[in-house]
C-alpha cells in the first residue's frame, strides 16, 4: 500500500486497526511512535547496486489503555512527516514488535489495514544459477521405463 492510498482509506474508516497475518490484532490503543523515511542501498549478489524506500510506520504498545488514534489525527501525523522529512508516494512498511522487531507490508481488507509477513528473495536469480520454476513431477511417474530395475540386486539402490 502506497501513502495516498492509506490517506484515501483513512478518510473513509471510524477506526484504525491493524490486522497481524496470524488474525490477531495490534491493541486498539496502540500509538504510531514514528513515521519515515527509510532508504536502502545495497549490492544484491549478482553485484547489481540497487536503492529501495520506503515509509516507514512504527506501532508501539504502551499499555496506555486510554489511548485510541483516530483516522484524522494519523492523517495529520502522516502530512506532517510528508511536508518536514519530503516524503513522496512510496509503499509503506510497518514495524511492530511482537516477540521481536517485526517488518510488514501494509494492506486494506475492507474494514481493517492488514499487516502482511515479508519476504526475503535473490534478486539475481539469472546470475546465481536458480531456476525460476522448479519443475513439478509425480512420484508416480518417475522410472516408469525401468521399473524392473528396483528389484533386489537390479543396482537402483
Not at 497481524?20 to 519515515?36: A, K, M, Q, R, S
Not at 512504527?58 to 484524522?72: M, T
Request: proline share 4%.
Amino acid at each position: 500500500m502506497k501513502l495516498s492510498e492509506i490517506k484515501e482509506v483513512l478518510k473513509t474508516v471510524e477506526a484504525v486497526n491493524f490486522e497481524l497475518p496470524d488474525g490477531t490484532f495490534v491493541p486498539e490503543y496502540f500509538h504510531v511512535t514514528e513515521v519515515g523515511l527509510v532508504t536502502k542501498n545495497f549490492i544484491d549478489c549478482g553485484g547489481t547496486v540497487r536503492k529501495e524506500t520506503v515509509v516507514n510506520f512504527q506501532l508501539w504498545d504502551a499499555n496506555d489503555y486510554e489511548h485510541r488514534l483516530k483516522p484524522q489525527k494519523l492523517i495529520h501525523i502522516i502530512e506532517l512527516s510528508e511536508k518536514v522529512l519530503g516524503i513522496e508516494d512510496n509503499e509503506i512498511e510497518v514495524e511492530y514488535q511482537n516477540t521481536t522487531i517485526g517488518k510488514y507490508d501494509l494492506d486494506f481488507n475492507g474494514k481493517n489495514f492488514t499487516l502482511l509477513n515479508k519476504q526475503t528473495a535473490c534478486l539475481a536469480q539469472e546470475q546465481c544459477g536458480i531456476p525460476s520454476d522448479k519443475p513439478k513431477v509425480k512420484l508416480s511417474q518417475l522410472n516408469t521405463d525401468n521399473v524392473s530395475s528396483c528389484t533386489p540386486g537390479g543396482g537402483c539402490c
